[in-house]
């Protein structure tokens, strides 16, 4: 049984075994099996962003605009699976916050007012 190859059982081991005891071995190969298979197709992923970038790079030149992640695609899920729903919306706040703040930054680099200068003298009804 190769499902049983690498989980420490001999031969005798396997021989001796009801298929109800070497049950949990199957499992442990077929969740293996599985992880490697999400694994290759992750690693094509990366690959498909790559070519992706490399493309639009070899095309665009400097005016490309698309970039390979700076981390792994996963991060941000795993930094944020095991966050209470009133942390996760702190923390989709605080993104927004910064964005906001980029975008004010930005509109200063090019000279435009601050959107709070516009708004003095408005009047609401």
Known sequence: MNMTKGYGLSVD?????TPKELE???????WQS???DKDMWQIGEYVNIAVTVAIDHA???NSAK?????SPLLDEYYETVD???????KRELAKMLHSEQ??????TLRG??????NLKGATTE
């Open 24 to 30: 949990p071995y199957e499992k442990a190969f077929t």
């Open 66 to 70: 698309s970039e390979y992640p700076k």
């Open 34 to 36: 599985r992880l490697k």
């Open 102 to 107: 980029l975008w004010q930054a930005n509109d």
């Open 59 to 61: 095309i665009h030149g």
């Open 83 to 89: 966050l209470t729903d009133e942390e996760k919306e």
């Open 13 to 17: 081991d396997i021989g001796n075994s």
């Open 112 to 117: 435009l007012p601050k959107a709070s200068d």
